[in-house]
């Protein structure tokens, strides 16, 4: 006799049933324009972010601990790693302005300019990794002062 | 193979010691909030442009039962837009770090197998790409909207609500199923499950509670470089937000402008006193009038702000000109009624816009001749705009040519 496929909780299925209900309505109404352009950009998001976006930075950020980690200051990745990913969210939610894509419609909606968008997000940057390496160099400072003298 | 940790669908492949049910939970509890507030805030902004009245409003015409909450937009307290849309989308953009860090620890559930283990699960995985693409979506939308990037396909209006219903429907679910465990799981204060557990954790780089301080310190960060396109004495501080920074001009017409009069296509040989009429309809049929002929009516002042649909907004202006109830009572309705107001822009969503009776009614509602003692400058709506307390900016019309009142 073949399996039978569980169904599982028949309260999660009403649920769900429910909420594709919902999802439909709104959503052939979000698709009502350019559906393919819509279901791209719907779906896109999901896949990019999660298999693109995410094993990248993963990436960088397990590259960083092994380098960190064969010069033998593992516990320094918290000084790398913070200012790092403050820097590229800022990056990654600012793009348009700092890339200066958008610069003539910025500029000719709003009557400013896009030009100061980069500078800032570089200064930004710089007092970021600046003040980790100053938070870093203060510690291994203290930690200095409170080592007992070498043995001779 | 299963369980080959080369392969992100086995658990050994995914290492950080920081996944656990514990962390997931407290991110999940703050998106609950969260992303409820930015819903509830972006029902409203979709009733703030009275969508209901009349079509010129109205970017979602088959909206059917999805506009069942709709209400008659009020005109006080005239900061009431101001604070709703500056907390949807300063809100906003101060989750984006939670979400990527749920997302985050939730990924080995993407890759595991098997794909479902019943019905009822292979149903709410299929919801799960409508909530992931769904926050992706609306968060995305939102994001390059308010920097002017219109790259996504269609307008914004209908895409972002939509959207919006379509991601609330599968967050509701999802809200419904987890939201006991992760209630109990941050009571516990520990994971409650070994789901998402790494089998074979790397040293730790980070304590769980420091991976946390992380995420809400980059919200933090977010927060502060944005909330200040909401104030003009803190404006300096929104670093890198689209009306942050410096004013566009000093004295007093200097404030943030929204579409410049060069963006909107305004001819000054159009504007000039000569050219310019105010084409006002009624009742009692039409009048056309000067500047001057304005400037004779009584004149009102009303200290009112600017607030658009994308996040920013001024202090109040000091706004002078002719009250819109008279206005109305020019041609014959001495009880307000709506009226549809139409700019000199050729182009754009919003070159006519309709405000309801109360609206006009309302004592501070002005078509504007002055700004802050000035003439109005050309790109805030030189000869006249509309200014209306607690109305979205794009109803605010600038540069009005005509104004027929009636029931719309």
Redesign the interface.
């Known amino acids: 006799m073949p399996r039978r496929?569980?169904?599982?909780?028949p309260l999660?299925?009403l649920?769900?049933a429910?909420?594709?209900a919902?999802?439909g309505?709104?959503?052939v109404?979000?698709l009502?324009?350019?559906w393919l352009?819509?279901a791209?950009?719907?779906?896109g998001?999901?896949v990019l972010?999660?298999l693109v976006l995410?094993p990248l930075y993963?990436t960088a950020d397990?590259a960083a601990?092994r380098g960190l980690d064969a010069a033998g200051h593992?516990?320094w990745?918290?000084y790398v790693?913070?200012p790092a990913?403050?820097s590229g969210?800022?990056l990654l939610?600012?793009f348009?302005?700092?890339a200066g894509?958008?610069d003539e419609?910025?500029r000719?909606?709003?009557?400013?300019s896009t030009d100061?968008?980069l500078a800032?997000?570089l200064l930004?940057t710089a007092v970021l990794f600046g003040g980790s390496a100053l938070l870093l160099a203060l510690r291994l400072r203290r930690a200095a002062k409170h080592r007992p003298p070498a043995a001779h | 193979m299963r369980d080959d940790p080369r392969l992100p669908s086995s658990p050994g492949f995914w290492r950080s010691p920081v996944r656990g049910s514990w962390f997931t939970s407290v991110l999940g509890l703050v998106l609950l909030v969260g992303i409820t507030v930015l819903f509830v805030t972006g029902l409203v902004s979709y009733a703030a442009y009275n969508p209901n009245l009349a079509p010129v409003n109205d970017q979602t015409p088959d909206k059917g039962i999805l506009g069942f909450y709709l209400f008659s937009w009020p005109t006080g307290p005239p900061w009431l837009y101001r604070l709703t849309q500056g907390t949807h989308v300063t809100l906003g953009i101060t989750l984006i770090p939670v979400l990527l860090a749920k997302l985050w620890s939730v990924v080995p559930k993407l890759f595991a197998l098997p794909p479902a283990r019943s019905l009822a699960h292979a149903l709410e995985r299929v919801s799960l790409l409508l909530l992931v693409g769904g926050a992706l979506f609306e968060f995305t939308t939102g994001v390059l909207n308010i920097q002017l990037d219109y790259v996504f396909p269609g307008s914004f209006y209908p895409l972002h609500f939509y959207g919006a219903w379509v991601f609330i429907a599968a967050f509701v679910a999802h809200a419904v199923l987890k939201t006991p465990t992760a209630l109990r799981t941050v009571r516990a204060r520990r994971d409650t499950t070994t789901e998402l557990v790494s089998p074979r954790p790397d040293p730790p780089t980070v304590s769980r509670r420091g991976a946390l301080w992380t995420v809400g310190g980059s919200s933090l960060l977010l927060f502060a470089t944005t909330v200040g396109q909401n104030s003009d004495a803190l404006r300096r501080t929104a670093l890198l937000a689209p009306h942050g920074g410096a004013n566009p001009g000093s004295g007093p017409g200097g404030f943030q402008i929204n579409k410049t009069a060069a963006y909107a296509g305004i001819d000054p040989a159009e504007t000039s006193e000569q050219a310019w009429r105010l084409v006002v309809t009624g009742r009692t049929g039409s009048v056309r009038l000067s500047r001057a002929d304005l400037l004779g009516m009584p004149l009102y002042s009303a200290a009112l702000p600017i607030a658009c649909v994308e996040g920013w907004s001024t202090a109040d202006q000091w706004w002078r000109g002719v009250r819109l109830r008279d206005l109305a009572a020019l041609v014959g309705y001495d009880d307000p009624p709506d009226v549809l107001v139409e700019s000199l822009q050729r182009h754009g969503a919003f070159r006519r816009g309709a405000l309801r009776a109360n609206q006009v009614a309302d004592p501070r509602s002005l078509l504007a001749l002055h700004a802050n003692g000035e003439d109005l400058t050309p790109d805030h709506g030189y000869p006249a705009r509309v200014i209306v307390p607690a109305a979205p900016g794009v109803l605010n019309t600038k540069w009005v040519g005509r104004m027929t009142f009636g029931d719309l």
């Not at chain 1, 496929?5 to 909780?9: I, K």
């Open positions: 496929v569980p169904v599982g909780s999660q299925l649920l769900l429910c909420s594709f919902l999802a309505y709104a959503g109404r979000l009502a324009g350019d352009g819509v791209l950009w719907f779906a998001a999901a972010h999660d995410l993963g397990r601990v593992r516990e990745t918290p790693r913070v990913m403050l969210l800022l939610i600012w348009p302005l700092i894509l958008v419609r910025y000719s909606a709003t009557g400013r100061g968008f800032r997000w930004i």
